[in-house]
């Protein structure tokens, strides 16, 4: 892997970043004017004044922005206009819930996944096969807010078995990571599936076969780890998905992450903690990228010389 393959990547990274805290720099400021929720109803046209001087939104736009890209490079994003703390603390204070909501559905996705996956390949055309298709397609086409109050209604509600909102303990974090893993154990199944079926039908695995190794051995040293170069990606484009859609998941559990955290910012137009969290959200998904797209090359050494 070459310096100019990492400057490259680095470099794209870095674009990635500043396009998307500028799109929502400008998007924030289309909703409205945050001072008008900040002052009463009976607060006169000073006082009102007097806030946007204090905040900066006197200023014109292109001011602004310059004044928020270098306090983007500080990460300084302002206070928080409901919390009166520092945006980009009260964002990452809500960042570890949300990073173990994610990681933990994406094992509940590749828990389930993978075997799924392997044995409907090995099984082809049988009724094991049809039945774990059937039950990706319908974990596929089930949207994650009415599988989660599914979920609330039998287990919490009904058998009292989880508890249905927060998140004090590990127990509060089941009932969403299972959510949000069934729905992306439906898609790597699905494609770690087609992926092994086209790598079974290589010649090096029927020059495999042909020198008598075991079913397992084969599948298990020839098979699979050339299978799951390309389900990495998808793998890692799930994580991505997921800490996307925990902002519905954590809204429906009451679940005090991130996710919960920016619809209640956007409700109250609270832009500097908007900000802070849609840079952090969009910084998670930037270094996830860099990371594969390091790792791509240590597996497959084709990608850096392309």
């Known amino acids: 892997m070459?310096?100019?393959?990492?400057?490259r990547k680095l470099g794209q990274a870095l674009l990635i970043v500043w396009g998307v805290s500028t799109i929502v720099f400008v998007a924030v400021r289309l909703s409205g004017d945050p001072v008008s929720l900040m002052v009463s109803d009976t607060a006169g046209a000073d006082e009102v004044a007097r806030l946007r001087r204090a905040y900066g939104f006197d200023r014109p736009i292109p001011i602004q922005y310059l004044a928020f890209l270098q306090r983007v490079v500080r990460g300084d994003f302002g206070e928080s206009l409901r919390f009166n703390l520092p945006a980009l603390a009260v964002a990452a204070d809500r960042l570890p819930a949300t990073l173990s909501l994610a990681l933990a559905s994406l094992g509940v996705a590749v828990a389930i996944g993978f075997p799924a996956g392997i044995l409907a390949a090995v099984r082809r055309n049988t009724p094991l096969d049809r039945a774990a298709m059937m039950v990706a397609l319908l974990g596929q086409s089930t949207p994650t807010f009415w599988s989660g109050l599914i979920a609330i209604l039998?287990?919490?509600a009904w058998w009292r078995l989880l508890p249905a909102t927060g998140g004090e303990t590990w127990w509060h974090l089941v009932l969403p990571a299972c959510t949000l893993g069934w729905f992306s154990a439906a898609k790597v199944s699905r494609v770690l599936r087609s992926a092994v079926l086209e790598v079974m039908t290589a010649d090096w695995v029927r020059t495999a076969r042909a020198k008598g190794l075991p079913?397992?051995?084969?599948?298990?040293?020839?098979?699979l780890p050339n299978a799951l170069i390309g389900v990495i990606a998808?793998?890692?484009?799930e994580f991505q998905l997921l800490l996307g859609g925990a902002i519905v998941t954590e809204t429906v559990f009451a679940y005090p992450g991130?996710?919960?955290?920016?619809?209640q910012a956007v409700g109250?137009?609270?832009?500097?903690?908007?900000?802070?969290i849609v840079f952090l959200f969009s910084f998670l998904l930037v270094l996830v990228n860099l990371?594969?797209?390091l790792l791509y090359p240590w597996l497959d050494?084709?990608?850096a010389r392309e």
């Open 154 to 156: 039998v287990f919490a």
């Open 268 to 276: 109250t137009r609270d832009y500097p903690l908007v900000q802070a």
């Open 291 to 293: 990371l594969v797209d």
């Open 301 to 303: 050494p084709r990608i």
């Open 215 to 223: 079913a397992s051995v084969v599948l298990l040293r020839h098979v």
């Open 258 to 263: 991130m996710g919960r955290l920016v619809i």
């Open 2 to 7: 070459g310096r100019r393959y990492v400057l």
């Open 234 to 237: 998808i793998v890692t484009l």
